[in-house]
């Protein structure tokens, strides 16, 4: 499968851009999706996860109640709607799956990755 991560830009904090990321491939409904991060200087981080059906979700702590995931299989697509952000939420975005298991926090698990797209917040 390949993904492409695109709705990346400047924004002010406060701001609420969504991130997507399109699948290409006929098993895309059948995989469970992440959205990870990275910032200068850090580990690439976990986000949040969707199940394969959109059934469950999960979120790190330092975004539960500010960002949602949502997916469309009918269209390919993974979605990060992105709320009242903050300077430190500053970094690259990438879509990611194949790690087997919904919300795998380990980026290493995971085989298939976004270009990524780059989020910047400023205060």
């Known amino acids: 499968v390949q993904l492409q991560a695109s709705g990346g830009g400047l924004v002010q904090a406060g701001g609420s851009p969504r991130l997507s990321c399109a699948a290409s491939?006929?098993?895309?409904?059948?995989?469970?999706m992440s959205w990870f991060r990275q910032a200068p200087g850090k580990e690439r981080e976990f986000v949040a996860a969707?199940?394969?059906?959109?059934?469950?979700?999960d979120y790190s702590d330092s975004v539960k109640g500010r960002f949602t995931i949502s997916r469309d299989n009918a269209k390919n697509m993974v979605n990060l709607q992105m709320n009242s952000l903050k300077p430190e939420d500053t970094a690259v975005y990438y879509c990611?799956?194949?790690?087997?298991?919904?919300?795998?926090?380990?980026?290493?698990?995971?085989?298939?990755w976004g270009q990524g797209t780059q989020v910047t917040v400023s205060s």
């Open positions: 990611a799956t194949g790690s087997g298991r919904l919300a795998t926090t380990s980026s290493r698990l995971y085989g298939y």
């Open positions: 491939g006929r098993s895309f409904s059948t995989y469970h």
């Open positions: 969707i199940s394969w059906n959109g059934g469950s979700t």
